[in-house]
């Protein structure tokens, strides 16, 4: 393999294991939930789901889609863009 892949790669790994260097700026995925397939995105700091609780604002426009994916992605997302953290988890 070639010398300056084989630095790259090796750079890469080091650089996986240090999340503090990746700010997630906005984000689009299909979350696969129990019941169907929903959108969940991330823009300018606004969290938004295609499923019925998020929509209905209900819970303020979050939702367990968007709980899980912010669980997923803490180590990478902006303190500002996580609405859910440890501390709030119900007891
Ligand atoms: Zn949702």
């Known amino acids: 393999m070639h010398s ?5 790669i090796d750079k890469a790994h080091r650089y996986a294991s240090e999340p503090e260097r990746i700010e997630l ?3 689009s995925a299909t979350f696969h ?8 995105a991330l823009e300018s700091g606004v969290w938004t789901c295609s499923c019925h609780t998020a929509s209905a604002q209900t ?7 968007i709980m899980a994916l912010q669980q997923v992605l803490d180590p990478v ?4 863009d996580k609405y859910w953290a440890e ?5």
């Open 4 to 8: 300056s892949l084989v630095s790259k």
């Open 33 to 40: 939930g129990s019941h169907d397939d929903y959108r969940v």
């Open 87 to 91: 501390r709030d988890r119900p007891v």
């Open 59 to 65: 819970l303020g426009g979050v939702c367990s889609h």
């Open 25 to 27: 700026g906005q984000i």
């Open 77 to 80: 997302l902006l303190q500002s």
